[in-house]
C-alpha cells in the first residue's frame, strides 16, 4: 500500500478538522483519575478473575487499534486525517494503560482467549486500507464502545450501601463513571472517523475489491459470534450476556449499513 491508497476528498478536510478539535478538547490523563481511592481487593477471587479476564480482552483490543493506527498513520499523506489518527494513537495507549492499572487493582492477571488475539492479529494485518479503517475503526473500537456503555448501565444499577467506598463502590467509579465518560467518549470519536472515511472510500472500490471486503466482514463477524455465543465473561460480573452481545451487533449491523456495505452480522442465538 502506498499514501495515494489512502487519500481522502479534500472537501472532508473540515470534517476532520473538527474531530482534531474534539480531540484536543477531551483529552485527559491517567495519573488524573483517583486510582488511590480504589480497593477492590476484598471482592471474591472469582468475581475478580472473570473480570480481570473481561478487562484483558478489552485491553488486548486498545492495544490491536494502536498499533493499527500506527500502520494507518504511516499510510495517510499529511493533511487532517492524519493528524486525527495522531491523536487516536494517544488515545489507544492512554486506554492500554487505563486497563493495565484496573488489572492490577483485581490483584488477579488477565487472560486474554486465543480467539480474540486471532481477530486482532487478522484485523492489525489487514492487507487493504479499507479493511484496515473497518477493522479497527467498526469492529474493534465499535465492540468496545457498545461493552463500555452497557458495563456502565449494569454497574450503576447495583444495589450498595458503601456509597463512599468499598470494593463495589470501586467497581461503579471505573466501569460506571470512568469508561463511558473518558474511553467510551473517545471511542465515539474512532467511530466516527471510520464511519466518514469508508462512506468515501467504499464508492469508490471496483467489483472484487468490494466483494473481497464484505467477505472479510463475513470472516470477522463469525468470530466475533464465536464470543458472542459464548459470553460467560460478562456472565460473570453479573451482565446479561445475551443482551448485551445482541445489542453489540445490532449496533455493528448499523453501522455496516451506514458506510455501504450488504453483510451483515447473524443475530446472537439462544442455546
Not at 476532520?16 to 480504589?38: H, I, P, S, V, Y
Not at 488486548?60 to 493499527?68: K, S, V
Not at 486500507?129 to 479497527?136: D, H
Request: aromatic share 6%.
Amino acid at each position: 500500500m502506498n499514501s495515494a491508497e489512502l487519500k481522502t476528498d479534500t472537501t472532508s478536510e473540515p470534517y476532520f478538522e473538527r474531530l482534531c478539535e474534539l480531540a484536543a478538547r477531551d483529552q485527559w490523563k491517567l495519573e488524573d483519575l483517583d486510582w488511590g481511592a480504589l480497593d477492590m481487593s476484598s471482592l471474591p477471587e472469582f468475581f475478580r478473575q472473570t473480570a480481570a479476564d473481561g478487562f484483558a480482552q478489552l485491553q488486548w483490543g486498545e492495544r490491536t487499534a494502536q498499533l493499527a493506527a500506527t500502520r494507518l498513520m504511516e499510510l495517510l499523506p499529511e493533511g487532517a486525517a492524519r493528524s486525527f489518527i495522531s491523536t487516536q494513537q494517544t488515545d489507544e495507549a492512554r486506554h492500554v494503560a487505563f486497563f493495565e492499572r484496573v488489572i492490577e487493582l483485581l490483584g488477579c492477571e488477565g487472560r486474554v482467549r486465543p480467539s480474540v488475539a486471532r481477530l486482532m492479529r487478522e484485523v492489525q494485518g489487514a492487507e487493504t486500507p479499507e479493511a484496515l479503517v473497518l477493522g479497527m475503526q467498526i469492529l474493534i473500537e465499535g465492540v468496545a464502545h457498545s461493552l463500555f456503555l452497557e458495563a456502565a448501565r449494569v454497574v450503576n444499577t447495583l444495589e450498595t450501601e458503601d456509597s463512599a467506598g468499598g470494593p463495589l463502590q470501586a467497581l461503579r467509579t471505573v466501569m460506571g463513571e470512568w469508561m463511558p465518560k473518558l474511553l467510551a467518549r473517545d471511542e465515539s470519536r474512532h467511530i466516527a472517523f471510520g464511519l466518514h472515511y469508508l462512506r468515501q472510500r467504499i464508492p469508490r472500490l471496483d467489483g472484487v475489491a468490494r466483494r473481497q471486503l464484505e467477505a472479510k466482514v463475513a470472516l470477522w463477524g463469525e468470530w466475533v459470534l464465536e464470543q458472542a455465543r459464548d459470553p460467560d465473561l460478562v456472565y460473570g460480573i453479573g451482565i446479561d450476556g445475551e443482551a448485551a452481545c445482541g445489542q453489540l451487533i445490532e449496533d455493528l449491523n448499523l453501522r455496516l449499513g451506514q458506510v455501504g456495505l450488504d453483510t451483515r452480522i447473524a443475530p446472537v442465538k439462544a442455546a
